[in-house]
């Protein structure tokens, strides 16, 4: 007789393409809606899934992992970022976490150097004119934004990511600066020409354009502080498409407002989807709704991602992209 196929919860709507495999492969039950399920929702899908596979739209903390059937064995995320986890507690309930690192780096890099330029160069600014039909002719001060080539970039996490922008920002010319746990390989730092801060708070002071990069966990959470936010030079600029909360949102906005910083590219907010209300409406704040791996082929290959961690778990191995509580 055929093993039983295990009962997986899917919590948003994925591709096409990688829910008709997973009804294949798995006793699947998708969210035809797409709503972001609701806790009473999440509570019941615990109590009886072999695997939830989760986005980061879903809390999963102490008390819904609590919550959880005998059968639940397996969080396949969706998703690279695991900060929305609790991964200790469900790794001491016996309940494996995937993630589908990888997939999403060359994606997300490009869409951080579209907030570098597009902050750099005014560009939201300059759309939204000419939709407005406020493009009278060309001026010769009109628009001025900030040359690109030869700015320092700090990058703060020199992971996947992280070395994937510093890859594109130097063929953009930039300067490759960088903040991290430990030096990139002898390698990598000679193909980039990247300069180590083991000191944070020195390169803060020094770049022209800071990037983040780094996993939100308890040690990075408001890494960006209000007190090393204001270490920032005037004409400074700050990015990120990591996740809010590396950030003190407020800090940062009121820097913005105050013209303490220079501009700002943001992916990611503190509060997600609530964004600090001052941000909006400042012309120097370019905002995107988390659209970093927002392309096709990532969410494809996210998809796949989730199926191989899955399928590998049901046939009794170890998933490929476990995270570990030592990883965080
Ligand atoms: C994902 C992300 O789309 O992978 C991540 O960590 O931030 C996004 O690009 C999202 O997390 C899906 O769960």
């Not at 002898?186 to 983040?212: G, K, N």
Request: include cysteine.
């Amino acid at each position: 007789m055929a093993a039983r196929k295990p009962k997986v919860i899917v919590t948003r709507k994925l591709p096409d393409s990688v829910e008709v495999r997973m009804r294949e492969l798995f006793d699947t039950e998708l969210n035809e809606t797409d709503e972001p399920m609701s806790r009473k929702a999440l509570i019941d899908a615990v109590g009886r899934c072999d695997v939830l596979a989760s986005t980061i739209t879903d809390r999963i903390d102490a008390g819904l992992i609590a919550k959880a059937g005998e059968k639940l064995k397996l969080i396949a995320n969706f998703g690279a970022g695991v900060d929305h986890i609790d991964v200790p507690v469900a790794n001491a309930a016996g309940i494996i976490v995937t993630n589908t690192p990888g997939v999403l780096t060359e994606d997300t890099a490009d869409l951080t150097m579209t907030l570098m330029m597009a902050t750099l160069r005014r560009v939201v600014e300059g759309a939204n004119m000419v939709q407005a039909g406020e493009f009278t002719g060309w001026a010769p001060t009109a628009m001025l934004g900030r040359r690109i080539t030869g700015k320092r970039l700090g990058i703060i996490g020199m992971g996947r990511i992280g070395t994937a922008v510093a890859r594109r920002a130097k063929a953009f010319g930039l300067q490759i600066h960088y903040h991290n746990r430990k030096p990139v390989s002898p390698r990598v730092s000679e193909e980039l020409e990247a300069t180590y801060w083991d000191s944070l708070d020195q390169m803060l002071a020094r770049m022209d354009i800071i990037s983040v990069h780094s996993p939100h966990t308890p040690a990075t959470f408001h890494l960006l502080s209000g007190r090393r936010l204001k270490l920032l030079q005037p004409h400074a600029i700050v990015i990120n498409t990591a996740r809010g909360g590396i950030i003190d949102e407020p800090a940062l906005a009121d820097l913005l407002a105050s013209g303490a910083i220079a501009g700002v590219g943001l992916d990611v907010f503190e509060l997600e989807p609530r964004i600090n209300p001052k941000l909006l409406k400042l012309p120097n704040a370019v905002l995107l709704p988390h659209m970093g791996s927002a392309t096709v082929e990532a969410r494809v290959d996210m998809g796949e991602k989730v199926i191989i961690n899955i399928k590998t778990w049901m046939d009794g191995h170890k998933p490929p992209d476990r995270v570990l509580p030592q990883m965080l």
